[in-house]
């Protein structure tokens, strides 16, 4: 598997960006400089940055001397909470130029570093000013909150913040400030932004062999509104200086967010904020990291499967040849099983079947994870982690059934639950996941005759495109033999996405997937209330929760005809579906039970209770006024508590059809 952090190997072909990022840093006309490396959250920012710092980091005079470029590490986010990050972000940059200062910038340094602790000092006497604030206020706050509380809690309380304050305020004590001698042996201490900015720029310009100092910033996106503008602050003010340039790796809207929180007095009369406008500033140059496109993740995924299964010498050469291919271009996969076996003596029979499978799921999976390559490395360390423990156990799981079931999981939540309401209904494999897939076939053999005759992949090999084909033909089922069509399927299968997902390879409608969710359970609505209940009732439970009303309306009515036990047993699995996930299925399905079997009423209305109001469906709420008595005190005190709570939307929803319930009595 592989581990999820940052690398210097570039699997994504970033190469162009990366060159991007060297032009403008190497560029003397340029500095100083702040560019913004923008991207969503798994982009590969962590990683672009330090391929960047690696390509920086090779410039230098000859081979025994180090680096023009002194490159600077920093993540706000590790300083937060107790540290001043406009502290900590210069302290990390002065102690890397104070590593290449010579001895005569020392001093400087030295001077630099006492201006720090004068910053730090103004952080720690505001601190100071809190707690002395909070022991005054306790006992006034406690007072408030209850005026006949017992005296002695109050003095209980007191003592209790004196002790916490006395210790606080050793913690926010001064340093002893160890005076620094300057050239001519005086102290001469930097007590203002504007002294410290022109010394440091001293410092910088004397570096020796030296041609810019570049700073690389991550997390921003992952700091509180605070620590974001500190940041800013900090390179604004203090270290915005000539031969400086600063790389600060961030998805913008988050960002932008963030200022936005930091100064809500300064939102535009329409709302907007001032977050946008505040980056433009700051930010004389943007570098956007685009999703990666489908033939770019599939190279990708190809490229850790390859990792994965190949020594180091192997791997080498398949890198080079994928980066030969890509100075064509990225819009078309550079590495796969053809490309493989081009470069290799002979693909291992591992990797083979890996590249196979990873093909088969390669469409779909690129679209549902957006080209995000932190979910692409997720997904395939779930999938390994899973088949990998269903190994100790001696359970024989096939990877890419395993692969075809996750992608569903992944992308359709509902679809991946019902499939296995299907599964609990059944003793082996899934007949209505057969059906589906004939009606699949045929609705693609309508559209396209050959269909079905598999054709070679890019890149793929005869032999390996004939093995595929042969397994496709092994796994279809005679149009005779399949069983009449539930409308339950054919709505199922009337969803594009599911035909699509149907479609790929191979087929499952003859695998016992029983195994295969063992392995989910941690997802699925599959609480021991469903375990318990009898074969019948669990088919009861999975029809009651479909989406075609005819067939739930049907369910209703059967399981009003119950014996009470069952009813009540059915009723308890139902609720606990509800409460894990009150926005699926069982929503709806326990409103229509209530309506349609009156003693099923104050066990659903309970739950509904106890369900927080910002969970509850908003395009399913209505139903609850106008299926449910109104004149009934509990479904009253529901919607009561709905109509008054403060979650968006909510509150209009059942106001207004409240209101159209009163009209139609009223008729």
Known sequence: MWADNETEVDLLGFDFLVDTLYVALTEPRLLPLTVGLLGDWGSGKSSLMRITQGELLKLRADEDSPSRYVCVDFSPWQYE??????????????DAIGARAGGDQQDRVSRLHGFLQFLGRWGRRAGRVGVSAAQTATPFVLQAMDPSIDPQVVDVAKSAANAAATEANKM??????????SAGGTTEAITDAGRFRSEFAKVVRALEGVDAVVVFIDDLDRCLPETVVDTFEAIRLFLNTPKTAYVLAANQAVVESAIDSRYPQLRRPDGAGIGADYLEKMLQLKVAIPPLSAPEADTYVNLLLAELRLDKEQFGRVLDETRRRREGGNLQVAFNL??????????????TRDLNWAASIAEVLGAGLRGNPRQLKRFLNNLLLKHRSAQRRNI???????????????????????????????SGPIRELAVAESLARAASAATDPNIDEAPSR???????????????AKHKRPAASEPPVAEEVRTWVDKSHI?????????????????????????????VAVTRLLPHLQDLLTRVQTEVAALRRDACVEIGKLPVDERGQLVEALVEALTRRPGGPAFLASIELAERAPD????ICDALMRIPSEAIPRSAAGNVVLRLPSENPLVTSLLDRWEGSSAPGL??????????LRRRNER
């Open 172 to 181: 926010l004590e001064d340093p002893k400030a160890k005076p620094a001698a």
């Open 396 to 426: 024989s799981l096939d990877l890419p059934v395993l692969a075809k079931l996750m992608v569903l999981e992944e992308q359709h939540f509902s679809d991946f639950q019902h499939l296995f309401n299907w599964q609990l209904t059944s």
């Open 651 to 660: 509150k209009s929803i059942i106001g207004s059809a409240r209101e159209t």
């Open 600 to 603: 099923t009423l104050p066990t």
């Open 338 to 351: 053809g490309v493989a076996g081009a470069v290799l003596d002979g693909v291992p029979a591992d990797l």
């Open 458 to 472: 890019v890149g793929e090999s005869e032999t390996a495109a004939g093995s595929r084909r042969q397994s496709s």
């Open 81 to 94: 909470d107790y540290a001043d990050v406009k502290v900590a972000l210069m302290r990390t940059v002065l």
């Open 499 to 527: 035909r699509a997902w149907l479609r790929l390879e191979p087929p499952l409608g003859e695998i016992d997937l029983g195994p295969y969710f063992t392995y989910s359970r941690d997802k699925l609505a599959f609480g």
